[in-house]
């Protein structure tokens, strides 16, 4: 397993009587309130998107565990809107749930202004929130990746490095020296993605980040990020997230509406 099961199950309860509180009582969670709560944790946890998430992160579905922290945040911000404090605490609770002792970096691979990251940090609007995740996520599983196959620190360094040009896998395993298939095998073997489809995964967080926060139009966002051909970049972008890169900037596309909540 990513966690030791048993600090798996703590701090997941933790997230759950959170949520429990603001939906039970509508205020903060109290110290006092916890232990009397801590009867009902387990149900409260069966019931929570946050406990389908700490699955995907245990079970290493990386594609699936992509699509579900988009709902988790969007669902998760609707419900609980007039709690923000509660909402954070939440979230960086995640974050420290998937990838416990590791400070998430945001800024691997790409140029994203860092005045402008803690700016959306601050605002903490959902898109902020998905891509935090998404990084806690990735780093949870390619951490314990690597400590079972520490020979493949390169090909990650590689990734990170090309996050905004385009990338092979040819180019890559020439790079790394190590063989498509090999490298390609162990790959579906761990994360259930392909290692293309873990780069795109990648890209296209970033690339949301980007249309969310910056005023880049879509075609410059794609070039930005290793998509030189518009109709590719908007054709991938699709793919992974359901919406086209022009449907999500939007108004009243999807990065739009979480904005406003």
């Not at 600090?7 to 939906?23: E, M, N, R, V």
């Not at 259930?192 to 890209?203: A, D, F, L, Q, T």
Request: with cysteine; aromatic share 12%.
């Amino acid at each position: 397993p990513v966690l030791p099961y048993q600090k798996f199950l703590d701090t997941a309860h933790l997230i759950s009587l959170i949520i429990y509180q603001l939906s039970e009582q509508g205020g903060p969670l109290r110290e006092a309130d916890a232990a009397p709560q801590l009867r009902d944790a387990e149900a409260v946890l069966q019931e929570t998107r946050v406990s389908a998430l700490l699955t995907l992160i245990y079970q290493r579905q990386y594609g699936l565990l992509m699509q579900t922290i988009p709902d988790l945040v969007y669902q998760t911000m609707q419900q609980y809107q007039t709690h923000p404090a509660d909402l954070r605490t939440l979230f960086v609770q995640l974050a420290q749930t998937l990838a416990p002792g590791e400070e998430i970096r945001p800024f691997s691979g790409t140029d994203f202004p860092a005045q402008l990251y803690e700016q959306a940090a601050l605002s903490g609007q959902a898109d902020y929130w998905i891509f935090y995740l998404t990084q806690a996520a990735d780093q949870a599983l390619r951490t314990h990746f690597l400590h079972r196959h520490g020979d493949f620190a390169p090909v990650f360094a590689m990734i990170d490095e090309r996050m905004q040009t385009e990338l092979s896998l040819g180019a890559l395993c020439r790079s790394c020296r190590f063989s498509q298939s090999y490298l390609s095998r162990l790959f579906q073997s761990y994360f259930h993605v392909s290692v293309m489809e873990y780069i795109h995964w990648r890209k296209i967080a970033c690339a949301k980040l980007y249309l969310a926060f910056t005023d880049l139009s879509v075609t410059q966002v794609g070039c930005h990020m290793g998509y030189n051909d518009g109709s590719y970049f908007s054709k991938v972008f699709k793919k992974y997230t359901g919406l086209s890169p022009s449907q999500y900037e939007r108004p009243g596309g999807a990065s739009t509406a979480a904005r406003k909540l």
